[in-house]
């Protein structure tokens, strides 16, 4: 009778290591999946932005160009001040987004 011990041993502390492996492989995983959604989400804000911004010259050049009488005038205003806010809000988050992919901190996304 031969008494051979198993080639690869686990015991409770090396069951716990392989699980600290794997748990540490899918957080890699996941961080890694955030970061390719925040890089798309920075890169869409980014185009949003420069298009709005466009909208924004295009309203500037209307006001300046054309007779318009004081309602149209209040309509210009009143688009340009909400296309104004719009990408401040938005320059703010791609800034956030920017910031933790920069971190190297993306935000994790759970799908359920």
């Known amino acids: ?41 920075a890169k869409q804000l980014a185009g949003l932005i420069a298009g709005l911004r466009k909208s924004l010259e295009a309203i500037h050049k209307e006001r300046a160009s054309t007779k318009l009488t004081g309602a149209e005038m209040g309509l210009l205003d009143e688009r340009r001040n909400n296309l104004l806010l719009t990408i401040a809000a938005l320059d703010d988050r791609l800034s956030a987004v920017q910031g933790l992919i920069n971190l190297g901190r993306p935000h994790i996304i759970r799908v359920h």
């Open 1 to 41: 009778m031969s008494t051979q011990s198993c080639a690869h041993p686990l015991g409770a502390a090396g069951h716990r290591r392989m699980m600290m492996r794997q748990s540490q492989a899918e957080t890699r995983r996941q961080q890694n999946v955030a970061k390719r959604s925040m890089t798309k989400e």
